[in-house]
């Protein structure tokens, strides 16, 4: 399962994760981000132990969004650490987030 993420749990979550992290940036509002959503689960799942899949809504946390430059939804990021190995703007398929996964294995 996803793990959401805000402000307060950004560090801990995705910048001092010990493996790769892809963050959706949603928001409840967004239909292609609610779309995306059963992708998003299932490479939770897929990549259990592996990787970390969190969300981040963009109207709770607009700082990070700001930060990383998301000017629409869905954009997903992967992250390793502090540095951005990834980063797709708009619905994207499954197999794309999961070879941008991998690329950060």
């Known amino acids: 399962m996803a793990v959401f993420v805000t402000t307060e749990n950004f ?4 910048y001092a994760a010990d493996v790769p992290v892809l963050v959706d940036f949603y928001a409840d509002w967004c239909g292609p981000c609610k779309a995306m959503g059963p992708v998003v689960e299932a490479l939770a799942g897929e990549y259990e132990g592996r990787a ?16 990383y430059g998301v000017m629409s939804i869905p954009t997903f ?15 994207q398929d499954k197999k794309t987030l999961a070879g941008a996964l991998d690329a950060a294995l």
């Open 52 to 67: 970390k899949v969190c969300k981040l809504n963009v109207d709770d946390s607009q700082d990070i969004a700001v930060e």
């Open 11 to 14: 560090e801990t979550e995705v």
């Open 77 to 91: 990021i992967v992250f390793k650490g502090h540095d951005v190995k990834a980063k797709f703007v708009g619905m």
